[in-house]
């Protein structure tokens, strides 16, 4: 048989060019059918091996292959790859990164022959010159990387890629090899039919990735705290963080800084040469942590990235499975863990409006799935297949938050053939939203205009939990009950198992939703009541804060706020690095000789009392005004006018000062003399400096009703803000 002689031969060049043994999965078959001259669609997730099965064969025939792909940092990864496994001029790059003599050479070698791979951004393929050159070249294929760019319902649409097909005439037809890594029904349409290849013989790997673990866990206000929690108990694992914009990039990746996590942000944003530092700061494992936007990982080979984080949810699944599956490349633990919100949907959704109708329609769609992927309590692995068209049989995956804690399930039959019929009553023409209101009995505009609310089984199931509704809906599709047109991407279809069903209704299992509950913010205590003050110990630390105050011969206040004594009552911190975490205690204060007697006291009374500090992490936060007190310290520095300093950063006087009773009240110190002596009178300095030596309190309002009639409020705030800065610090 002629197929047996040219296996030996396949799997010889393989291990001569890239020093494998054997090939993985359908890549043979998909490397012989390349060979073949034939057109050929390929679907494998990352780190399947997807570039080895244009690569190879190129190396294997005659003239040069085109590989078009939209990101110019991975051709030139590539490229080097190659030409250190064959003869020099083996593989290039054509894009905008190129001068001209560089540009020229490439089309010297290719003219030559010498050029097997060449690599094109869709913007550089389709530029007049490069087809004209191209024409004269002997073409061996076209191969279309990241292939689902170019279909709207792909996760990364680019509408160049519309353009690729009809370049591809012009230039000249050769078989066409399409790649990517998550493509659902509707999008394997698409990508086949831009491509004019219906004809390709299909080949798809499984989605299915065993060692990956996924959790969706609620988004609190202790969000960062709980991801620094998360990363201290996985220490020195490698680890990508995914946020949605910019500047949570910068602002997490400061506080994992602040709080000892090796980390560093990574988005567009940034230089190019910072962006390529920290790449090989992650893969050289310099740092542990990349906080990054989607921006980041795309051709990134690191295989034991152990965990991949989701901030915010993401746009959509195709987009969830392609970062997630960054993690556990080499077949080890991979923790995907989603934080996830009703408030986020919403931003996600708000920011769709002023798009183009059929876009915000798409967009919307796809934001659905990744809800309904997110509040479900059915296996997420059986959900994430089923959205890629794979059937997963298991019952239970032992691998994903709610397969480890699942909920009991309850008997939803009635319910859904009540679905079943409302979508053949309705001629198989609606989406999930209208037939669970067109169920419940709302009288939407979108149901009014059809005249439904008319229809007999209009309000059919208004007596039944409205919540079970959507379950009920997305079970039934993994069940193969129900079907969404590939075409009219959400309409609900019927299937043959849905219509048996209906004439012989049996059990319906159904678990119900995960709730989401987004009211977090009116109730900020700690878990467990854990954050309840310790009458006691605070008593104590007030009696010492008298002591000291005594032996200084300073107010109690000038040693710590109430606000600090409290916090110290409540956090228990035992060392003075964790005294730094107490709000209002900085650096300065804890440099201070009297700091230390203050946590000895804790630690004593911790000890003594057997007090379980609660392990609750303290987590060090990076005030987002960081920035702003450090250009104001540095401006007192330089003795520039209070006033000048707040007009600078934008902000009202009293807003000032503020910022920097917040410095000076956290132990640093600064000298405002030059600025009191040209705006206030000795003598009212004085008072005011006296008034607050002699008082218990350092409350304005009782400063303003004592010294009110001879003195400005904000008079009393600067001379309090010098008698800080000289006592306390």
Sequence with gaps: ???????????????????????????????????????????????????????????????????????????????????????????????????????????????????????????????????????????????????????????????????????????????????????????????????????????????????????????????????????????????????????????????????????????????????????????????????????????????????????????????????????GRDGGEGMCITFYSHKDLQKLDKFMEGKPVAEQDIGRQLLAETAAYAETSVCRRKMLLHYFGEEYTQENCHNCDNCLHPKTKIEAQQQLVLVLQTVLALKENFRT??????????????????????????????????????????????????????ENYGLLKMTSAGKKFIKHPESFLIVEDNEFNDDYDANMEHEGGTSALDPVLSAMLRDLRKKVSKRMERPPYVIFQDVSIEQMATEYPVTLEELKNIQGVGEGKVRQPYAKEFVDLIKHYCDENEIERHSDLRVRTVAKKSILKVKIIQAIDRQIALDDIATAQGLEFDELLDEVEAIVYSGTKLNIDYFLEEVMDEDHVDDIYDYFADSETDSLEAAIQELGGECSDDEIRLVRIKFISDMAN
């Design 1 to 327: 048989m002629p197929m047996a002689k040219k296996k030996p031969v396949l799997t010889e060049e393989l291990k001569k060019y890239f020093g494998f043994d054997k090939f993985k999965g359908d890549q043979e078959a998909i490397i012989q059918n390349v060979l073949d001259g034939k057109n050929t669609f390929v679907l494998m997730p990352t780190g399947g091996g997807k570039s080895l099965c244009y690569q190879l064969p190129s190396l294997l025939m005659e003239g040069t292959a085109i590989v078009i792909s939209p990101l110019i940092a991975l051709m030139k990864n590539q490229v080097d790859v190659i030409s250190s496994m064959s003869d020099e001029g083996t593989a290039h790059y054509l894009n905008s990164s190129l001068n001209k003599s560089a540009i020229d050479q490439v089309k010297a070698d290719i003219l030559a022959g010498k050029t097997k791979l060449l690599y094109v951004a869709p913007e550089s393929l389709t530029k007049d010159e490069n087809v004209e050159f191209l024409q004269q070249a002997k073409i061996s294929f076209y191969a279309i990387d990241e292939a689902h760019c170019i279909s709207e319902w792909g996760h990364d649409f680019r509408p160049e890629y519309r353009r690729i097909r009809p370049i591809i005439n012009e230039i000249g037809t050769a078989p066409v090899i399409a790649l990517t890594a998550t493509a659902t029904d509707k999008v394997r349409n698409d990508i086949k039919k831009s491509l004019g290849i219906m004809d390709a013989e299909e080949f798809k790997s499984s989605f299915n990735r065993p060692n990956l673990y996924y959790e969706v866990r609620q988004k609190t206000a202790d969000v960062d705290k709980d991801i620094i929690k998360f990363i201290k108990q996985h220490t020195g694992k490698s680890g990508i963080i995914y946020c949605l914009s910019r500047k949570k990039v910068e602002e997490l990746a400061e506080i994992l800084k602040a709080n000892d996590i090796k980390a560093a942000p990574y988005h567009a944003g940034l230089e190019s040469s910072l962006r390529s530092q920290t790449q090989d700061d992650f893969l050289m494992e310099r740092i542990d942590v990349i906080v990054a936007t989607i921006a980041f990982g795309m051709g990134i080979d690191k295989p034991d990235v152990r965990f991949v984080i989701h901030y915010d949810i993401p746009k959509s699944l195709e987009g969830y499975y392609q970062e997630t599956g960054r993690a």
């Design 433 to 486: 939203d209208y037939i669970i209101d067109f169920v419940s009995g709302k009288e939407t505009e979108e149901i009014i205009a059809h005249k439904h609310q008319e229809h007999e089984l209009f309000g059919a199931g208004e007596d039944f939990d409205e919540k079970l509704w959507n379950p009920v809906i997305r079970q039934a599709l993994i069940g193969g009950y129900l079907k969404k047109d590939v």
